[in-house]
């Protein structure tokens, strides 16, 4: 199991994981339900250390030589046999009717979901330096949308034209299984990166807003955002209804 693996099947134990490059074992029992009371589980009872190892005949005969040499040497510390190749079910994030892919670290503003404004996703006051916020427009009837990528274009020159946002700038497109525009603004100390987004009946916009002074600091971030919108999965089922 690796840390998410532990988490999905330890769920009401909380695990304190041992930081990169320190000594010791890979992860203590912190609190909540021990590891050994839950159902079949062969986690030893009393045990409070562990170590991950691949599960493997070979990887479970080095337990005990890094038990000498790492300086792990502690009684009570089991192995726990984990499978890198093993499937990991994805985590999401819903946005009423739409969901994207939970990155660690970003989290949504509940607060601002229920009073209606648009969806927003932070990576909190401590890491994060902007917002990903969006808005959703679900086909309702009539004829299919079905938008192309320079009808999405057109649209991103209508956001910054209605908002006074200067020029469009690193322009990029994308065709299946969703459509996407997407396009850069710098106003008023502010950048800006906008993508529409389509699946031929519903539409997204999709903002991403951080100071430009800390663009250079929230490169990872806007990467991520990147990653973020390209997951996005309209979850309304659409029917024509003329």
């Known amino acids: 199991m690796l840390p998410r693996q532990l988490r999905d099947r330890f769920p009401d134990t909380t695990f304190r994981m041992r930081p990169q490059g320190e000594p010791g074992q890979d992860v203590e029992v912190a609190g909540g339900i021990h590891p050994s009371a839950y159902p079949g589980s062969t986690w030893p009872a009393g045990i409070n250390f562990a170590d991950f190892k691949p599960a493997s005949r070979g990887g479970q005969k080095t337990f005990k030589p890094d038990q000498r040499n790492n300086g792990k040497i ?50 909190g006051e401590a890491a994060g330096v902007g917002s990903l916020q969006f808005t959703l427009a679900f086909y309702e009837k009539g004829e299919q949308p079905d938008p192309s990528v320079g009808d999405l274009i057109e649209m991103l020159n209508e956001f910054g034209n209605s908002r006074r946002l200067g020029v ?43 100071g430009v002074d800390n663009l250079r600091v929230g490169e990872e971030e806007l990467r991520e955002s990147e990653e973020i919108v390209r997951s996005l999965r309209f979850d309304q089922q659409a029917s024509v209804r003329p």
């Open 74 to 123: 502690r009684r009570t510390c089991c192995p726990i046999p984990c499978d890198r190749k093993a499937p990991v079910k994805e985590r999401r994030i819903e946005l009423g009717g739409a969901s994207v892919k939970a990155i660690a670290g970003w989290v949504e503003i509940e607060e601002e979901a229920d009073a209606g404004h648009p969806f927003t996703l932070t990576k």
């Open 168 to 210: 469009l700038e690193g322009v990029a497109t994308d065709r299946g299984p969703l459509i996407l525009a997407a396009g850069s603004f710098r106003s008023a100390g502010d950048f800006i990166r906008a993508w529409y987004v389509s699946d031929g009946w519903h539409f997204a916009l999709v903002t991403y807003v951080c």
